[in-house]
């Protein structure tokens, strides 16, 4: 009986090879034959699971999308108080590289920037995951000041775009070293404060 | 008598060539010879001027500096007041990607990102760059504050580590379209106002 394997794993673990070269030198060197020695499988083996190499980069953009989304949804299942202010935090946390993994992923994000702005699918990946991070920031804003922890002249709309702007510019910040994981919350943790009522 | 060759302008023309490349698609698909087609010269040419991509990479970090630093100088030298937050002002526009020559400089930016976290000395040239740039945004604010144009309570360092961090941000939103340059200048002015007595 032949052994069964996961279609989906496998392409998964194809492109978690994908992801350490992309976090280690960009897209450039990314090719299917240097994808299948990272992995350790026959290039036909990857040519099995994704026919080119801008297939294999399609699929990693979407499983990109889908780690950060995990990442974020981790976080907020941490957050146990009903402090919406801890939501935004929760929020903002889980888009900042604060791990080894976290911090891979924003290297294969960067090293997909310019590609995406490029391309307008690619793009309005992006576009749509920076929409919903915003309205959710904005609602938890808002919900913040009905509730009154936050001064009744704030701009819910407003400071979502400030704080998911100061969470993107921070994250390049720790990637070069700029700031460590602590320094970069500390920032975001001020800026909140300052919110507060 | 042979014509004599600026050195420098024809690495220049070169450069700009790797730019077009490098804001179109990324570092992926530079080469000594693409390079030397997109420009309409030789190979041989190119590598009269440039050993190696490497060398040609190189020259092109540089030169990204030097595009950056003059922008910032040139809007620097555009404020006519003494008003302190005018001139924080200036420094944020300097770096923001407001009209099509900075959009390419900052798309070759993030192109060049990748390999200057995985490169010690690319990487401690952005440092150096953002380490100027926050220092002299804590300087106009310290300024400001001490002239009383924005709250004592206010902290220079985390203000200046804020906005740049923010610009960084609105840079990003700007090349995918999330923001205009207008919009992003908008978001800028606010957070000034903020600080403003």
Same mark, same amino acid.
């Given at each position: 009986m032949p052994r069964i394997v996961d279609h989906g794993q496998r392409r998964g673990e194809i492109a978690e090879a994908l992801w350490r070269i992309a976090a280690r030198e960009?897209?450039? @060197?990314?090719?299917l034959s240097r994808v299948a020695q990272e992995a350790g499988v026959s290039k036909g083996r990857v040519q099995h699971y994704f026919a080119s190499r801008e297939e294999l980069l399609g699929f990693t953009a979407t499983l990109l999308q889908q780690r950060v989304d995990a990442r974020v949804r981790a976080q907020l299942a941490r957050? @146990?108080? *009903?402090e919406p202010l801890d939501v935004v935090r929760a929020l903002l946390a889980g888009i900042l590289p604060l791990d080894d993994e976290s911090r891979t992923d924003a290297l294969v994000g960067s090293a997909f920037f310019v590609r995406a702005v490029a391309d307008p699918q690619l793009c309005e990946t992006y576009r749509a995951g920076n929409r919903l991070m915003r309205d959710v920031l904005t609602e938890k804003l808002a919900h913040a000041r009905d509730v009154g922890r936050? #001064? #009744? *002249?704030?701009d819910p709309a407003h400071e979502s775009t400030v704080l998911f702007a100061l969470a993107g510019g921070l994250g390049e910040s720790i990637l070069v070293g700029d700031h460590t994981a602590g320094s970069a919350l500390s920032v975001v943790d001020r800026q909140l404060a300052r919110l507060s009522t």
């Amino acid at each position: 009986m032949p052994r069964i394997v996961d279609h989906g794993q496998r392409r998964g673990e194809i492109a978690e090879a994908l992801w350490r070269i992309a976090a280690r030198e960009g897209l450039e @060197t990314v090719s299917l034959s240097r994808v299948a020695q990272e992995a350790g499988v026959s290039k036909g083996r990857v040519q099995h699971y994704f026919a080119s190499r801008e297939e294999l980069l399609g699929f990693t953009a979407t499983l990109l999308q889908q780690r950060v989304d995990a990442r974020v949804r981790a976080q907020l299942a941490r957050v @146990t108080s *009903d402090e919406p202010l801890d939501v935004v935090r929760a929020l903002l946390a889980g888009i900042l590289p604060l791990d080894d993994e976290s911090r891979t992923d924003a290297l294969v994000g960067s090293a997909f920037f310019v590609r995406a702005v490029a391309d307008p699918q690619l793009c309005e990946t992006y576009r749509a995951g920076n929409r919903l991070m915003r309205d959710v920031l904005t609602e938890k804003l808002a919900h913040a000041r009905d509730v009154g922890r936050i #001064a #009744a *002249d704030v701009d819910p709309a407003h400071e979502s775009t400030v704080l998911f702007a100061l969470a993107g510019g921070l994250g390049e910040s720790i990637l070069v070293g700029d700031h460590t994981a602590g320094s970069a919350l500390s920032v975001v943790d001020r800026q909140l404060a300052r919110l507060s009522t």
